[in-house]
Structure formats: C-alpha cells, structure tokens
C-alpha cells in the first residue's frame, strides 16, 4: 500500500459542488409519494429504493417513537447513536432528531443540524463495511418553511458509475480510506457500489495497491466529485409530515442543500439499519465518534 494525500480544491469543483448544494434550486423526486399505510410501507419503500436507490411514501400521520423503532428492526438492526456530540439529540437510544438549529459549522458532527450544505457522501463511508448501514429510514415531524431550503438531496450510484471513465472505476476500486480494507469503489450483484464521501476542500488521505500511481488516484478521485456533482442526476425528498423515506445506502449518495435561515423549522427522525447479514455491535462494544462517517 502506498500512502496519497489529495486535496480536491479546484476551483471547478468548488463551482460544481457550489451549483448543486447551494440553495434556491428546487429537484425533482422520482415519483410522487403515495398515501399508505404503516403496515404496508416497506413493501411499498423496498423495492423502489433498490430501483432508484430512494423511495417515499405518505403517511396519516407521523409514526410514534416506538412504531419507527419497530418499523426500522423489520428492515435489519437499527444502529445505537452512541456518538456524545449527538447524544442529547437521539430519542430510544438509536432515532436520531434532525433539527436544523445551528449556524454554518466546520465541525462534522454538528454538520447535520447546522445551517450549511452538507456534502455529499454514503453513510459511513469510512467504516468497515460489517458497520456500514444499508438503510437510512427518515421520517417528517415537521417541514421546513420554504421548501427550497435544506434539501435532501440523492444522487444514485448507477448514474455517477455511467459518468466515470472504465480507467477511473478500476483505479477506484484500488483506493481505500488510509487504514480501510474497503476500497472506494466495489461490485455487488452486478452494481457499482461507492464508500466515498466529499472532502470538500480537506485533505483526502488514501491508502493505494501497488502499482497506482500518485497522477492515477488525483485523476479518479477527481473524476468521483465531478461525477458527483451534476444537477440532472440529482433529486431530492419532497418533505411533508407524515413523509416515511427510505434510502438504500448501496444504491446511492446522499446530501443537504444549504439553508438561508438557521432556523428552518424542520424536524426529520433517522434510524440507520444494518441489515441481518452483518449485524451491528450492541452500544457497550461500539464506541462510534463520528455522526454521519
């Protein structure tokens, strides 16, 4: 392995980010939500977000705590939100509160709830794939004022893989976080599936297999943001109260859009799901640090 150090600062791509992430442009959904059901959700919400890597449905009213506890453990294995920097914010120890209340912050574990865009990036992306979650189950308490304000936005896999020169991909699936065994880039049932998520203008420390050049992993990593950032790939969750998402995080990236107010008035609930095949360590043996990475 051979240590690389990228900074992925550009003004190019800081234009690009810039154009997707800023706020003011409204994006489509794939498809409008229908009215459902509780007990009828996920078979509504699973199949379309192995399609389309995200999926929504509309329910009479938002789920009780402990409904969208048991809701998400039908999925797999809802994640326990040990992390002290979110703590205060999680409810029955793995439903995380989404509440946008903070100012614009450099601080990645406050990044969900402040002001700013969040980039864009598959959930816990850095992490052994073993506690990697599949799912993210999100439901809507509350909307946010204006609808153009803090978007979740979705990019899926199969359009930012068609984007990307065959060379990149390769070189892709030979890249992996600095200490990962994971590379970037992989292949499942036929499908290129990513665990990336957009440095922004920080350093991106990868680990490289031999014979991978320091030219080779600027090129591919390059190629992975601009690939990333193209508003025709992008959609976004028309949020409402009572909205159940599902996003599949081996289908597609994930974001926030930037708000023009500190206080949107939006309140989401998440559960990250590790699904039966790879469970996930009980609170007292995982001692997560980061939030969303």
Same mark, same amino acid.
């Not at 690009?16 to 059901?37: C, E, K």
């Not at 009828?40 to 999926?55: F, I, K, N, R, Y």
């Not at 793995?94 to 903070?102: A, E, S, Y």
């Not at 609170?283 to 980061?290: A, I, L």
């Given at each position: 392995?051979?240590?690389?150090?990228?900074?992925?600062?550009?003004?190019?791509?800081?234009?690009?980010?810039?154009?997707?992430?800023?706020?003011?442009?409204?994006?489509?959904?794939?498809?409008?939500?229908?009215?459902?059901?509780?007990?009828?959700?996920?078979?509504?919400?699973?199949?379309?977000?192995?399609?389309?890597?995200?999926?929504?449905?509309?329910?009479?009213?938002?789920?009780?705590?402990?409904?969208?506890?048991?809701?998400?453990?039908?999925?797999?294995?809802?994640?326990?939100? !040990? @992390?002290?920097? *979110? &703590?205060?914010? %999680? $409810? +029955?120890?793995?439903?995380?509160?989404?509440? #946008?209340? /903070?100012?614009?912050?450099?601080?990645?574990?406050?990044?969900?709830?402040?002001?700013?865009?969040?980039?864009?990036?598959?959930?816990?992306?850095?992490?052994?794939?073993?506690?990697?979650?599949?799912?993210?189950?999100?439901?809507?308490?509350?909307?946010?004022?204006?609808?153009?304000?803090?978007?979740?936005?979705?990019?899926?896999?199969?359009?930012?893989?068609?984007?990307?020169?065959?060379?990149?991909?390769?070189?892709?699936?030979?890249?992996?976080?600095?200490?990962?065994?994971?590379?970037?880039?992989?292949?499942?049932?036929?499908?290129?599936?990513?665990?990336?998520?957009?440095?922004?203008?920080?350093?991106?420390?990868?680990?490289?297999?031999?014979?991978? !050049? @320091?030219?080779? *992993? &600027?090129?591919? %990593? $390059? +190629?992975?943001?601009?690939?990333?950032?193209? #508003?025709? /790939?992008?959609?976004?969750?028309?949020?409402?109260?009572?909205?159940?998402?599902?996003?599949?995080?081996?289908?597609?990236?994930?974001?926030?859009?930037?708000?023009?107010?500190?206080?949107?008035?939006?309140?989401?609930?998440?559960?990250?799901?590790?699904?039966?095949?790879?469970?996930?360590?009980?609170?007292?043996?995982?001692?997560?640090?980061?939030?969303?990475?």
């Amino acid at each position: 392995m051979t240590e690389h150090v990228v900074i992925l600062d550009s003004p190019e791509l800081a234009a690009a980010r810039s154009r997707v992430l800023a706020p003011g442009h409204r994006y489509p959904f794939p498809s409008v939500p229908r009215r459902t059901s509780p007990a009828q959700a996920l078979a509504e919400l699973v199949p379309a977000a192995s399609a389309d890597g995200v999926a929504a449905v509309r329910l009479d009213s938002p789920l009780r705590p402990e409904e969208f506890l048991t809701l998400g453990e039908a999925l797999g294995d809802p994640v326990f939100e !040990t @992390a002290p920097a *979110v &703590r205060q914010r %999680v $409810t +029955a120890g793995r439903i995380l509160n989404l509440v #946008t209340d /903070t100012p614009d912050t450099p601080d990645i574990d406050q990044q969900p709830f402040a002001a700013g865009w969040l980039l864009v990036h598959s959930e816990s992306s850095a992490r052994p794939l073993t506690r990697q979650p599949r799912y993210l189950l999100f439901q809507c308490l509350f909307a946010a004022a204006s609808p153009a304000d803090a978007q979740t936005i979705v990019i899926p896999f199969d359009r930012v893989a068609d984007r990307l020169d065959p060379a990149d991909l390769t070189t892709l699936t030979r890249l992996r976080y600095r200490g990962a065994r994971h590379p970037l880039a992989r292949v499942e049932e036929g499908r290129t599936v990513f665990s990336f998520r957009d440095p922004g203008p920080h350093p991106l420390v990868l680990d490289a297999d031999p014979g991978v !050049t @320091a030219q080779e *992993v &600027r090129a591919a %990593v $390059t +190629a992975l943001c601009a690939a990333v950032h193209h #508003t025709e /790939t992008v959609s976004a969750v028309p949020w409402q109260p009572g909205l159940l998402v599902l996003l599949d995080n081996h289908r597609a990236f994930h974001g926030r859009t930037r708000s023009s107010t500190q206080a949107t008035g939006r309140h989401l609930q998440r559960l990250r799901i590790v699904t039966h095949a790879n469970r996930h360590p009980t609170p007292q043996t995982d001692r997560e640090t980061r939030s969303i990475r």
